[in-house]
Nanobody, 118 residues
Framework: QVQLVESGGGLVQSGGSLSLSCAASGSIFSINHMGWYRQAPEKQRELVARIFLTSGGRTDYADSVKGRFTISRDAAKNTVYLQMNSLKPEDTAVYYC??????????WGQGTQVTVSS
């Protein structure tokens, strides 16, 4: 089992920046990749970015955030970060950290609100 604690988020004006962090604990060895998902009101949860803990740290991004968001990892702290720049109102959502194991069920963080005002 993996436990995830998120921090960051908040309110920012369009064009601004925010940073999210997600600290993992528990069965870290079982994690294949960690990432960030988001869910806006009345929309499905969608992948924003993910980083593989092996595979040379491969990263994947949603097309809508490429060039604006950067996911990174501090292995010593078991923490994943999401730097969000050039934020747009359409980035407004609850952002969830996720840890996907090689086998088993995805672990989710509690979610943190990101609101971008126009």
């Amino acid at each position: 089992q993996v436990q995830l604690v998120e921090s960051g988020g908040g309110l920012v004006q369009s064009g601004g920046s925010l940073s999210l962090s997600c600290a993992a604990s528990g069965s870290i060895f079982s994690i294949n990749h960690m990432g960030w998902y988001r869910q806006a009101p009345e929309k499905q949860r969608e992948l924003v970015a993910r980083i593989f803990l092996t595979s040379g740290g491969r990263t994947d991004y949603a097309d809508s955030v490429k060039g604006r968001f950067t996911i990174s990892r501090d292995a010593a702290k078991n923490t994943v970060y999401l730097q969000m720049n050039s934020l747009k109102p359409e980035d407004t959502a609850v952002y969830y950290c996720a840890a996907e194991p090689f086998i088993g069920v995805v672990s989710w963080g509690q979610g943190t609100q990101v609101t971008v005002s126009s």
